[in-house]
């Protein structure tokens, strides 16, 4: 076909027609049936029809795509015109007015010439539509064909302006006073996009006869028929699509259409509105009658009850089932209020003869009452594009796995992962497999190593790895993105109870108590959260801020007198490390010992300027006013020392015996610096996702840090305990004090060696399970790639 | 393949096949294959019900097709049999499925006009079956 080129008011009048017939919502092919009703309603010979369906190339193809449809459009118009049809006549024919429409073609259309005065269109088109006077009651059911002839339109709209009276004069409120209404509106109603309420009216009329018979024990009848026209055209609910485009254009060339007779565009599509909107009066009505069977209007109505409600309506059970189905929003077997209205409204809408609808339509998805879950479930309805109606707008009902089927089809469909996962993550089964999982994890976590307080983040990311690995058989790795916030929270929930219960054990009660209750919640967190990568970011960003140092925390290993003392040191002064608990120097006052190399060996962590550190720590004693115990050992210490020439930086190996005093002098600049850089090296480790095990370290040494001006404090560095037997010996003076004194800093050394030793094949390991998660991830990703290709 | 939902007392709720030549093939493979359920429900007796079981041993020598079974706690069975020709399902996907069923079985169990023995007439259920079998064929 040759192209077409339409002005800019064909061009949307055009996309509207074919939005209207686009009865499958395909936006791309315009349904046979409808479009040959819409030629048809052009008042043209059915040989004329069938030509321009020949020529527009329909018959080719075998349906109407937009090219065609549009084409087709234009050859009416040209038909209609009076003009003979030929392709090249397309283009060639300038000022071509849009081609009429007499029946009810679109409600959009009358509407549209019903609000906006259409000024070249307007004068042909309000004498076009002879509206039929009533519709026969008995046609509701083919209310939706436009086509109907005899339909629609009850009265003929002569004016442009009429319509727009319409929804004015149609009063709100009682019943009755619709059914004046309608009659009212029979007259210029097309136009409804303004009224709701007022547009229903006129279709009202329509319905009403059928109507009668029905709802007998329910409200008046009237009731339904305006109801029934908002809940026309369900099924085609171009409406809404169409709203918005016609909506703005002011010279809404909808032509005449608009003759198509107020009821049925009504029908149609309430106009510019949703169609299936419900109106105040309605929803008033629908409120008493909830009142009617549960007085209390935010609680529910049972099942039975609405069964026994609706039954009434003598609408096949069939039907009653699929109303209730599209209704109860989160499939609780009972009704709240919105949820009654809707499924009230669409039983009216039935009732009248218009289709129930596949999805419930976002008009009337029942608000969010309570969110326990997340809100914002898309709408179902594809053909609600908007909804004008700021009332029933939200769809938020607390995303049960059902409607996260309703509302995620094509998640659900398309990607078995995704799938599986929301089944998982909604269903309780996930719940309880996190508990499951989460509990498994807490031996290990909690095993760590006294760690207490500080939760930085790169414990966390620790915790999140634990969880992940065991948890990662149990969720998809692409689930955690697709996790919801209830989820989370009630993780959370699970998590932090669980998890102080199993670290108490540890001696930490109250610091990890805390920690834990963080963990958990990270973990949880990182969990739902994907693994690849995101995770680390992710857990900073939803880790709780670290707590505050706490001041005293039990720490036990915490013998030195000096660490109280330097805790509340500390605590005071250091609040902003994040997460750093005022740790006061692992073994505070390491006298000389330290210098020992032994310790080496028990530093494999830190690596780096740790071995300095032991070698240091001697030093630092010295100079740690708090350590009033060693000072005097220290002195010892150095005054052995053979010079201070001896730098043992790197190597810290201090040679036992003499050279540690020396060395400690020596090496004492040297490895504050180094404790900096070792402990800034930590730092930078724990900030970095795989550093969780540095953790304890890392505090003493950033403590250490802190505490340099005041302590200079060897870190944890254990070792030394053969260092301090050395220097023990070496150092004439060895008070029994001291050596009590410096066999428990031995001891803590040691502990702390193993627990470094510990972390780092726990960090180890974990980098290793990072790894492979990463790999595995990168597989799906490469998996599902060409998912999104296909 | 197939899905068959019976009740309580193995009376068909819901059959719905894909390929439609064997039907019959189909239903009688179920209704066997609902004894071998039966037998394993009562076996398994006091050990909670299991939330579902296996079957790869129903094999023909003609064709090979792979029956599953699920039971619910109220005794109603889900029956799915695939053809093996299709790229073998895995385990996961079945229990997805089966969950997806049951899931689905209890949204239409909720609606009040839905009285339990009637087949299943639900739309959405049924949607929800031909989509799961549309995506594993």
């Not at chain 1, 024990?217 to 055209?233: A, G, L, N, R, Y």
Request: with cysteine; charged share 20%.
């Amino acid at each position: 076909m040759e192209s077409l080129t339409l002005s800019d008011v064909e061009q949307k009048y055009y996309s509207d027609l074919f939005v209207y017939c686009d009865v499958d919502n395909t936006k791309k092919v315009a349904s046979n049936g409808k479009v040959l009703d819409l030629f048809r309603a052009a008042q043209l010979s059915n040989d004329v029809v069938l030509q321009i369906t020949e020529l527009c190339g329909a018959t080719r193809l075998g349906h109407f795509g937009r090219s065609q449809f549009y084409i087709a459009l234009k050859l009416i118009a040209l038909a209609q015109s009076g003009l003979p049809l030929r392709v090249e006549s397309l283009n060639s024919v300038k000022d071509l007015p849009l081609p009429r429409f007499v029946v009810g073609k679109n409600e959009q259309e009358s509407r549209h010439t019903a609000m906006y005065p259409d000024t070249e269109n307007q004068g042909p088109y309000s004498s076009v539509i002879p509206r039929p006077p009533g519709r026969v009651p008995a046609k509701k059911l083919s209310t939706h064909e436009v086509i109907q002839p005899c339909v629609s339109a009850v009265e003929p709209q002569p004016d442009t302006t009429s319509p727009v009276v319409s929804p004015h004069q149609s009063p709100p409120t009682s019943p009755h006073a619709w059914r004046k209404h309608k009659r009212q509106a029979s007259g210029g109603a097309v136009d409804r996009p303004p009224a709701v309420a007022g547009a229903a009216w006129p279709p009202f009329r329509e319905a009403q006869p059928a109507g009668d018979g029905m709802w007998a024990s329910h409200s008046p009848p009237p009731v339904q028929e305006s109801w029934v026209s908002f809940t026309d055209t369900p099924p085609s609910s171009t409406l809404p699509a169409v709203h918005p485009s016609s909506a703005q254009e002011s010279t809404t060339v909808r032509t005449v259409a608009s003759a198509a007779t107020t009821n049925e565009i009504q029908r149609q599509a309430s106009g510019y509105e949703d169609p299936w909107k419900i109106t105040d009066e309605q929803r008033q009505y629908y409120i008493n009658q909830f009142k009617t069977i549960q007085p209390d209007l935010t609680g529910f109505i049972p099942g039975s009850a609405a069964k026994e409600f609706f039954t009434k309506s003598k609408l096949p059970i069939l039907e009653l089932s699929h109303i209730w189905e599209l209704s109860d929003f989160d499939k609780d077997g009972a009704l709240t209020l919105d949820e009654f209205c809707a499924a009230f409204h669409l039983v009216v809408a039935r009732k009248n003869g218009y289709d129930l609808p596949e999805k419930l339509p976002e008009s009337l998805m029942p608000k969010l009452i309570d969110l326990d879950d997340s809100a914002g479930v898309p709408e179902s309805a594809p053909e609600v594009g908007f909804s004008s109606s700021p009332v029933e707008v939200t769809p938020n009902k607390s995303p049960s796995m059902p409607s996260l089927n309703q509302n995620w089809p094509e998640l659900n469909q398309s990607n078995e992962q995704w799938e599986t996962f929301s089944e998982r993550s909604s269903s309780s089964q996930t719940l309880t497999q996190f508990d499951s999982n989460i509990a498994p994890a807490d031996p290990d976590t909690a095993i760590v190593h006294p760690v207490p307080i500080r939760m930085t983040p790169s414990k966390i990311h620790m915790q999140e790895m634990e969880l992940k690995r065991t948890a990662s058989d149990h969720t998809h790795p692409t689930s955690p993105l697709m996790a919801k916030p209830p989820e989370l929270s009630e993780e959370k929930k699970l998590a932090a109870i669980k998890f102080p219960g199993s670290t108490v054990g540890d001696g930490y009660s109250s610091s990890d108590s805390f920690t834990s209750d963080q963990e958990p919640i990270s973990s949880a967190v990182t969990r739902q959260r994907s693994h690849s990568g995101t995770s680390p970011e992710g857990l900073k960003a939803v880790a709780p801020p670290p707590p505050p140092p706490r001041p005293h925390a039990s720490h036990s290993r915490s013998s030195s007198l000096d660490m109280n003392r330097n805790f509340t040191a500390v605590a005071a002064g250091t609040q902003q490390q994040a997460g750093v608990v005022a740790f006061p120097p692992a073994v505070p006052p390491r006298p000389l010992p330290t210098q020992t190399s032994v310790p080496h060996g028990h530093r494999p962590v830190d690596g780096d300027g740790l071995p300095a550190h032991s070698s240091t720590s001697p030093q630092q004693m010295p100079e740690q006013p708090n350590f009033a115990d060693f000072s005097q050992f220290q002195v010892f210490a150095v005054e052995q020392p053979v010079d201070d020439g001896d730098t043992q930086q790197d190597g810290g190996q201090v040679e036992k015996g003499v050279d540690a005093a020396g060395a400690v002098r020596a090496t004492k600049n040297d490895t504050q610096a180094e404790e900096r850089t070792p402990a800034t090296v930590n730092s930078a480790k724990g900030s970095t996702p795989l550093a969780p095990p540095p953790k304890p370290v890392r505090r003493r040494l950033k403590s250490e840090d802190e505490l340099r001006p005041d302590v200079e404090d060897h870190p944890q560095k254990s070792s030394v305990v053969p260092g301090v037997l050395a220097t023990q010996a070496s150092i004439p003076r060895s008070i029994g004090k001291d050596k009590k004194a410096i066999q428990a800093s031995i001891r803590r050394n040691k502990e702390t060696n193993t627990v470094l030793a510990r972390l780092n094949s726990e960090l180890q390991q974990q980098l290793k399970d990072l790894l492979e998660e990463r790999i595995s991830l990168e597989v799906q990703l490469e998996q599902l790639r060409p998912f999104s290709h296909l | 393949m197939s899905v068959i939902t019976a009740d309580l007392r193995n009376y068909p709720l819901y059959i719905r096949s894909v390929p439609t030549q064997n039907e019959l093939k189909f239903h009688y493979t179920v209704h066997t294959s609902l004894d071998v359920v039966e037998e394993k429900v009562s076996a398994v007796g006091k050990a909670l019900p299991d939330q579902r079981e296996l079957y790869l041993g129903l094999l023909y020598p003609t064709e090979d097709y792979k029956v599953y079974g699920y039971v619910t706690n109220s005794k109603v069975k889900f029956v799915i049999v695939v053809d093996s020709s299709n790229t073998s399902l895995r385990d996961n996907e079945i229990r997805s499925m089966f969950r997806k069923l049951h899931s689905s079985f209890t949204d239409v169990m909720c609606n009040p006009f839905y009285n339990p023995g009637d087949t299943i007439q639900s739309k959405s259920f049924d949607s929800i079956v031909s989509a799961m079998m549309v995506q594993s064929s």
